[in-house]
């Protein structure tokens, strides 16, 4: 047997995956070399068969075969480790060559966490080539550039960058560039990537919009953005990321103007609830019950009427639950999931009512938060959102109305300082071109 | 250390947030709120006060409470250390006033003087004066439901359902102790069998002294030129019932060797319910026109001599007067002001 492959054999030694097939052709062996979880093998050897057939000698089959003839033996275990077949024939030439690969990859899926009403359903799967031709088929132009990384410490990750020519400042993809090719550790994660765009350690927005759906990727394509591709991810992320983005989804705009600026104006009302109810009603009822009119002070007056707990004690506990039933739903399986959202419910709203441990106006109050904190864009958005209304909530209990106010001035404050490579992350009409210096 | 340092700049700054904020208070359940205050002054030189507050435990129910003191902020003080809860002054609607204790005329402006300076009592509640005791008065009002709004709808039902009933509040009492040129009508309230007040009329206050009362019909032109409230009611002439749609005041004032003069037009559009047979459009105009005429008249004539401006006419000659001569338009201006006032009715 060739060296090679005893080489080859010795280094995968370990991977019972690693499958050598060894076939003849005009007399001579030659090898099949890969992993049988990445390759599906009688599939390539059929094919490796037909081909050989067809050729005269070895090294026409080898060429017939391979895309890379005759490399070391460092690439040929590189390419074994990337899913590609290796063939070697007795006298130590080698190929290396495209199989047929097992199917690892599911198909084209909807959305899961997305649900776009009247408007296309595909979104990005796993399979970072074909996230780039769904973009790609959706904008057939010269002007689409795609770079392609490949980063990482223990495994070479591929990443895509994709914008379109003419729309983004060529400054501000050197420098994004840049940053990809400084990488030098593994990207897992979004937060992995978000750390190359800038410190930015316990800020709650991350610099990267993350969308599932290609019709959105390029729509913000055309919008002057850069959409950036991971391997293994069903995602795109979008750069910079803009307020924006919690508000309007490009799906929008499949109704017409009118009831899209309602929709619209609908998640501005919901951010701005979920932000403000809780401490509203906490400085209402603690601090400030002077500004109600007397008949709501008098009716939430009697609805708080022999409660044990303080309003800040009884808004916190109701707050972090409901975070954490939602919390939970998220990780239960779906069979499970409808289980705790009943018992969930009637615990929640009945029973501790009925028990007189927290006032029924303050079960409307956080059924009312929880349903507005969801109406934004984006899960990472909604969940943002939603620990932003702890230092509010904070501010008004110790405050009251003064801390209300100051809670969100503080917010928007802090909103307004976010930048991601010098862009603003309060940029409402993002020009692309002119707006980066 | 570097960090450490931060981590204890951290704490100092949280507790300093957290701890200066208001720790003393109180949840909206813990806290009384009146709704009433009656203020009376019996011979005994003492204040009396009694308050309504709604019992949040028991729905609909108020009970009364009451307190002796040598001034009003004493007792006030006095029922915050009694009663069990915090009272809360901050919703007081209505403060009703001992007819006698109105009547004199330096404890009603150090009343004032007080209910405008306190921090608790909210200067927009409305005023009223009564003749009655003020207590029996209180749980005569409780038996009919005193609820939250039912005094502030009573004084605020608009001048389109009833035109006469006027109101007002601390800051306009109080401003009309300092003004020269405007005087006030504050409301006079009975208690009532079957409604939660009745309304009587006003007082008419010149500097915190009352110098007349007025009838409900003549409050309502009052209204009509210190508010310019529309006349919105049904007039009756005895051989037809108008309803008065609209109305719209104009006035124009003047002044010639030092004889003030205002020419008033009010413009009223009428639609007629009823009316006997044979009786034209034009002599319910007239007739309308003439009795409108002499209702303001007679009134005008009366406050003259009672140098009470009422109408608030010196409100229009203050650019008019040379301001160090404007404390004397009561005296000196008023009892020669000449008002043409014209009624023109038009049919809708």
């Known amino acids: ?437 | 250390m570097e960090r450490l340092n931060l981590s204890k700049l951290i704490f100092a700054l949280l507790s300093l947030i957290l701890l200066c904020g208001c720790w003393d208070i109180k949840a909206i359940n813990e806290r009384s709120l009146p709704l009433v205050m009656g203020i009376s002054k019996k011979n005994d030189e003492k204040y009396q006060v009694t308050l309504t507050l709604p019992v949040t435990r028991v729905k609909g129910k108020t009970r009364i409470i009451t307190e002796k003191g040598e001034s009003v902020s004493e007792v006030l003080g006095q029922l915050r250390s009694n009663v069990e809860d915090a009272i809360d002054y901050s919703q007081i609607r209505l403060i009703l006033i001992d007819a006698p204790l109105a009547a004199n005329h330096l404890e009603w402006r150090k009343m004032f003087h007080y209910l405008m300076s306190s921090k608790d009592i909210p200067s927009i509640a409305l005023v009223a004066i009564t003749d009655e005791n003020i207590e029996q008065m209180f749980s005569k009002m409780s038996k009919q439901g005193l609820s939250g709004t039912a005094l502030y709808d009573f004084f605020n039902k608009g001048a389109g359902w009833a035109p006469d009933v006027s109101n007002t509040r601390i800051w306009e009492v109080y401003q009309n102790l300092f003004s020269y040129t405007n005087d006030i009508a504050v409301p006079v309230v009975h208690s009532s069998e079957d409604t939660i007040l009745k309304f009587k009329g006003s007082a008419v206050l010149k500097n915190g002294k009352v110098t007349a009362n007025i009838s409900p019909s003549e409050n309502q032109l009052v209204r009509l030129f210190q508010h310019h409230h529309f006349i919105r009611n049904t007039e009756n002439l005895g051989f037809a019932t108008i309803f008065v749609v609209n109305s719209h005041l104009k006035n124009k004032p003047s002044i010639t060797n030092h004889i003030p003069q205002v020419a008033s037009d009010l413009f009223i559009k009428i639609s007629i319910l009823e009316r006997d047979e044979g009786v034209s459009n034009s002599l319910v105009i007239d007739e309308l026109e003439k009795r409108i005429e002499k209702r303001f008249n007679d009134m005008f004539k009366q406050t003259q001599i009672n140098k009470t401006d009422i109408f608030g006419f010196g409100q229009l000659f203050r650019t008019r007067i040379p301001y160090d001569d404007l404390h004397s338009w009561r005296d000196k201006y008023y009892p020669k002001l000449i008002v043409n006032f014209r009624v023109h009715a038009t049919m809708e």
């Open chain 1, 1 to 437: 047997m060739a060296n090679l492959v005893q080489e080859m054999k010795r280094t995968f030694a370990d991977h019972d995956d690693f499958l050598i097939l060894d076939t003849q052709f005009n007399g001579a062996a030659i090898y099949l070399i890969g992993f049988n979880t990445l390759i599906d093998f009688p599939k390539s050897n059929f094919y490796v068969r037909q081909m050989a057939e067809r050729s005269a000698s070895i090294e026409e089959l080898l060429q017939n075969l391979g895309e890379q003839l005759d490399v070391d033996a460092g690439e040929l275990k590189k390419a074994v480790l990337d899913g590609n077949l290796v063939v070697i024939s007795e006298n130590e030439r080698n190929a290396i060559m495209q199989p047929f690969p097992q199917s690892l990859r599911r198909n084209i899926d909807e959305p899961r966490n997305e649900s776009p009403i009247q408007g296309p359903l595909d979104a990005f799967g796993e399979d970072i080539d074909l996230n780039i031709g769904l973009i790609r088929k959706r904008l057939g132009t010269e002007l689409l550039c795609h770079c392609s990384y490949q980063v990482g410490e223990l495994v070479k990750q591929r990443i895509s960058m994709l914008y379109i020519r003419g729309k983004v400042q060529s400054a501000l993809i050197e420098k994004i560039d840049r940053q990809l090719k400084q990488i030098e550790r593994d990207i897992e994660t979004i937060d992995d990537l978000d750390k190359y765009f800038g410190h930015r350690k316990l800020s709650p927005v991350s610099h990267l919009f993350v969308t599932e759906v290609p019709f959105q990727a390029v729509h913000l394509l055309k919008k002057n953005r850069i959409v950036l591709l991971l391997e293994n991810q069903p995602f795109a992320l979008v750069f910079p990321h803009l307020i924006s983005d919690m508000l309007s989804t490009a799906n929008d705009r499949n109704h017409p103007l009118g009831l899209s600026i309602m929709i619209r104006t609908l998640r501005v009302m919901g951010v701005f609830i979920t932000l403000v109810l809780p401490a509203l009603y906490v400085a209402l009822t603690t601090v400030n019950p002077d500004v109600l009119k007397i008949d709501l002070a008098l009716f939430i007056a009697e609805s708080r009427e022999g409660i044990p707990l303080t309003p800040v004690l009884e808004t916190l506990t109701m707050t972090v639950l409901v975070d954490l039933i939602t919390e939970a739903i998220v990780r239960l399986p779906k069979s499970v999931g409808p289980t705790i959202t009943m018992v969930g419910g009637i615990v929640l709203g009945q029973a501790m009512v009925e028990a007189k441990l927290v006032s029924n106006l303050l079960v409307i109050v956080i059924t009312l938060m929880l349903i507005a904190s969801s109406v934004v864009v984006g899960v990472q958005n909604a969940l943002y959102i939603r620990s932003l209304k702890y230092p509010v909530f904070i501010l008004a209990s110790v405050f009251g109305i003064v801390g209300l106010i100051s809670g969100l001035a503080i917010i928007c404050i802090y909103l307004a300082s976010l930048t991601s490579l010098g862009i603003p992350y309060m940029t409402f009409r993002y020009k692309g071109k002119e707006d980066i210096r």
